[in-house]
Nanobody, 125 residues
Framework: EVQVVESGGGSVQAGGSLRLSCAVS????????MGWFRQAPRKEREGVAV?????TTILADSVKGRFTISKDNANLYLQMNSLKPEDTAMYYC?????????????????????WGQGTQVTISS
């Protein structure tokens, strides 16, 4: 059974930084696509950053230059700098059963099979 567990969320002021971590167990596809998504109240879940085996990385336009995604085997990380109030959301880690290049849109939540419960990030102005 695949288990996905996020950690590292919290509350910081605008301009601050947070580092999210994700531990994935029972997952034998470490070369496949893994990513971070977020969902703010009353909004759709959106892709933030994904990483493949090259490692290919894809970031949403809204976080380019501020967020960095990285991985170590089946552990995934999201370094978030220069945080803004609009980054406030529940952040989810996800893993797919295919390489990032297989998907037309790797930032789409429909590409991912395994999800964590999420970790809350709150940015105050």
């Amino acid at each position: 059974e695949v288990q996905v567990v996020e950690s590292g969320g919290g509350s910081v002021q605008a301009g601050g930084s947070l580092r999210l971590s994700c531990a994935v167990s029972g997952y034998t596809y470490s070369s496949y696509c893994m990513g971070w998504f977020r969902q703010a109240p009353r909004k759709e879940r959106e892709g933030v950053a994904v990483i493949g085996s090259d490692p290919t990385t894809i970031l949403a336009d809204s976080v380019k230059g501020r967020f960095t995604i990285s991985k170590d085997n089946a552990n995934l990380y999201l370094q978030m700098n220069s945080l803004k109030p609009e980054d406030t959301a529940m952040y989810y880690c996800a893993a797919a059963r295919a390489r990032c290049g297989y998907f037309l849109s790797p930032l789409s939540k429909s590409a991912y099979n395994y999800w964590g419960q999420g970790t809350q990030v709150t940015i105050s102005s």
